[in-house]
Structures are given as structure tokens and as C-alpha cells.
């Protein structure tokens, strides 16, 4: 799925490259983001009426049911081209959001949190397939890191925020946050309308609908990538309620953890994605990120066990490492999921590929929280076990993969054509 960038014109008379124009939408739109998941517990469960096993709830089921429609959005954007896709995901995700305005209890949170959720979730496959539309085939895993990197930023400043909002914690605040949130996502789908499409590549007949779930080693591997992304989960869910039950770190460290990562991603995650990334490249890269990660989680039981000043600079080491994982792996899983990928089965597999991202965020509270909460350091050394073995399994994995005929096909094809389908015309979406 291809097209050659045209240029968008900016008031000076210049041109602004397409991935530019994006990148600065992604910013806008996930610093709505990052404000939003900064105080969405909090406003539901003080202003909303939820419990908070009922907010979990809720939550979790978004999550899951983006499980379910990311393979058919996927091929839908195989179909009907990944832009017009992600613009009515994005008018749907900001309408749900603007719905949290109205809820009261229980059942009026469930159908608009699944909404929400399942949209913001299923997105992540559609945009990385528009994303590599734009780029020519070579530069696809770099575009990405570039989208990443303002993502990073975007969110962060939403956090800081998100942050500002809850100190206020006034009613009046939380709406004004909520609908810039509405906004941000409005003018995002803007953005996206103005930008070039790209053309769907010819599907082959000769494959059935859903053939990437009868793609065992690729999904082996999205699986073994959804182990490692609960990574992700750890500043969010275990780091916090781990230094409260289990540390005498000030409170602030968690908080000064995440913005920790979202600096540090943003200045390095581009410069990793346009090393090699190559299939056997990325393989490496996936199982050296993986022993990271596992040395991030024994850092983290090691503040457990120090006290005082010298804890927080553990904690701070553990949020270097942490972050310098998620740099490497998010750049290397992208190489490999672009590089074992059929070109005309983009939108499906690039699916399957985020649903990991998906599921962790669904499973960490089941898998993390109790580990960490409840076993204690030895939890932390489990997922750490756990972490390593997932990056092991994908070299065994990456190597079945390649061997697959499709893949090869595709890897001929890239070889004679590196820069990808011609231009569409007007009328592609």
C-alpha cells in the first residue's frame, strides 16, 4: 500500500511533507490523550457515580471487544483504504469521549467506555498501515519512530495537563478537559481529510478472507509481542501500587516516572527506528529488549529493598532502563511485523500485530497487579522471567515465519520494487 507523498502547501508559499503534517496531528491528538488517561479514574469515579471495580469493568471490556473488530477493520482498510478508516474512528472516538460528559452510573459508562476504548485501540493498526502508505518501503519503520516520537510528546504535555486539571479538581475543570479532549480528536480527523490517500494494493483471490489467522508464526509472534508490551503496563499499573505497598519512595516518583519515559521516548524513539531493522535484525533487537526489560523489573524489586534517597535514584535508573526498552523493542517490532507481512494483506496484519498492544492493556491489571501487589519482589523477578522467554521465543518464531512461501514472495517483490505501488489516483481513499 503506497503512495508518493504530494506535498501540502503552508501559508509561506513552501510545501510540508504529508508525514509532517500528521505527525504535528498526532500530537494535538495525543495530548488530548494523555490528559484524558491522566484523570479519566479519577472524574468517573468522583463525578461519574462508578465504583472502582465497576470503572475496571468497563475499562477492561473496551479492550477486549477491540480484540474482536481489529482483524475486520483491518481488512476493511485493506479494502476500502486505511485513511477513510481511521478518519471515522477518530469521529466516533471523539464523540464517545464528549459522551463521558453524560455519565451517571454504571450503565450508562459501559456502552460509552466500549466505544471509546475499542475505537482508540483498534485504530493503532490503521494508522501504522496509512503511515506506511505515505513512506516508501524502505523508510516505513523510521516514519513510524517519527509518528512515535510526536505521539510521546503529545501525550506527555497532556499528562503534565491532565495533571494541572487535577490538582484544580473542580467539576468546571474536568469539562473543559474532556471537551478539548473532543477537539483535539475533531481537528485530527481534519487533518487526516487533508492529507493524500493511499491506494489499496490488488488482493490476490487466491486468498480467503481472514487468512492471516491461519498464519500461525505471525500470530505466534504477535503473541509473544503482546507478552512483552505488559512492559507498558508497569508505569502505569504495578510501579505506582508496588511503591505504595512496598516502598517508602515519595509519592511524586511514580508520576515523575512517566513523564521520565515520555521525554525519553520522544527523543530517541526516531533515531532507533531508522537503524536496521531488518527482519533478523529486529529479531535480536526484539530478544535484547526483552533482557532489558527484565532488568528494569529487578530494579524496580530492588526499591523495595534499599531505602530513602538512594530508592528514588533506583527507581529513576529502573525508568532509564524501562524506557530504553520500549525505544528498542516498539522500533524492532515494527521492522519485523513490516518485514513478514503480505502487501496486499497490510491492513489485517498490521491488525493482529496491535491487537497485543490491545490485550495487554486488558490483561496487565489481571497479570501485573497481583504479582506485584501480592507476591512482592518475587512477582517482579517472574515477570521478568516471563519478559525474557517471550523475547526468546520470537527467534525460533521469526525464522519459521520466513520460511513461509508468502513471505518469500513478498520479499522478491520487495527487492524489485523497494519504493513500492505507483501513485494512486484522486479517487483512492
Not at 486539571?165 to 473543559?176: E, N, Q
Not at 501480592?374 to 520460511?403: Q, R
Request: some cysteine; charged content about 10%; overall charge positive.
Amino acid at each position: 500500500m503506497r503512495t508518493r507523498p504530494t506535498a501540502t502547501p503552508n501559508r509561506r508559499g513552501g510545501s510540508t511533507s504529508p508525514l509532517r503534517v500528521l505527525a504535528a496531528g498526532q500530537a494535538i491528538t495525543s495530548a488530548g490523550d494523555g490528559a484524558w488517561l491522566t484523570v479519566w479514574t479519577i472524574y468517573l469515579t468522583r463525578f461519574g457515580g462508578l465504583s472502582a471495580s465497576e470503572f475496571a469493568v468497563g475499562a477492561t471490556a473496551g479492550g477486549a471487544l477491540a480484540l474482536l473488530i481489529g482483524v475486520p477493520l483491518g481488512r476493511l482498510a485493506d479494502r476500502l483504504g486505511p485513511r477513510r478508516i481511521l478518519v471515522a474512528l477518530t469521529l466516533v472516538s471523539g464523540i464517545a469521549l464528549a459522551a463521558f460528559l453524560g455519565v451517571r452510573n454504571f450503565w450508562t459508562f459501559l456502552p460509552v467506555a466500549l466505544v471509546a476504548n475499542a475505537c482508540d485501540k483498534a485504530r493503532v493498526g490503521v494508522f501504522q498501515v496509512y503511515v506506511m502508505g505515505l513512506a516508501g518501503r524502505r523508510e516505513r519503520v523510521a516514519a513510524l519512530g517519527k509518528q512515535q516520537a510526536a505521539r510521546s510528546v503529545g501525550f506527555t504535555l497532556g499528562g503534565a495537563l491532565g495533571g494541572v486539571v487535577l490538582a484544580l479538581g473542580s467539576l468546571p475543570a474536568f469539562v473543559v478537559l474532556i471537551l478539548a479532549n473532543f477537539t483535539t480528536n475533531i481537528l485530527y480527523a481534519v487533518i487526516l481529510l487533508r492529507l493524500p490517500p493511499t491506494v489499496p494494493p490488488a488482493r490476490d483471490s487466491a486468498h480467503r478472507s481472514t487468512r492471516v489467522l491461519r498464519d500461525v508464526p505471525f500470530v505466534s509472534i504477535a503473541v509473544a509481542g503482546g507478552v512483552l508490551t505488559l512492559g507498558w503496563s508497569l508505569l502505569s499499573t504495578g510501579v505506582p501500587l508496588w511503591m505504595t505497598h512496598h516502598t517508602d519512595v515519595p509519592p511524586w516518583t511514580a508520576g515523575a516516572l512517566v513523564v521520565l519515559n515520555g521525554v525519553l521516548v520522544a527523543l530517541l524513539q526516531a533515531r532507533a527506528a531508522r537503524a536496521d531493522n531488518s527482519r533478523r535484525t529486529a529479531t535480536r533487537k526484539v530478544l535484547s529488549s526483552a533482557v532489558v526489560l527484565g532488568v528494569a523489573c529487578v530494579l524496580f524489586a530492588l526499591t523495595g529493598v534499599v531505602h530513602g534517597r538512594v530508592a528514588v535514584l533506583v527507581a529513576l535508573v529502573a525508568g532509564c532502563v524501562h524506557a530504553g526498552e520500549e525505544v528498542i523493542f516498539v522500533a524492532a517490532f515494527w521492522g519485523l511485523s513490516v518485514a513478514l507481512m503480505p502487501e496486499d494483506a497490510a491492513g489485517e496484519y498490521q491488525s493482529v500485530a496491535s491487537v497485543g498492544t490491545a490485550a495487554a492493556s486488558v490483561l496487565a491489571p489481571l497479570v501485573v497487579v497481583p504479582l506485584v501487589v501480592g507476591v512482592g519482589a518475587t512477582g517482579w523477578v517472574l515477570l521478568a522471567g516471563v519478559f525474557v522467554l517471550a523475547g526468546a521465543a520470537t527467534v525460533p518464531l521469526s525464522a519459521w515465519a520466513a520460511g513461509r512461501p508468502s513471505h518469500q514472495e513478498t520479499a522478491h517483490t520487495a527487492v524489485e520494487n523497494p519504493d513500492g505501488p505507483p501513485r494512486p489516483s484522486a479517487g483512492a481513499c
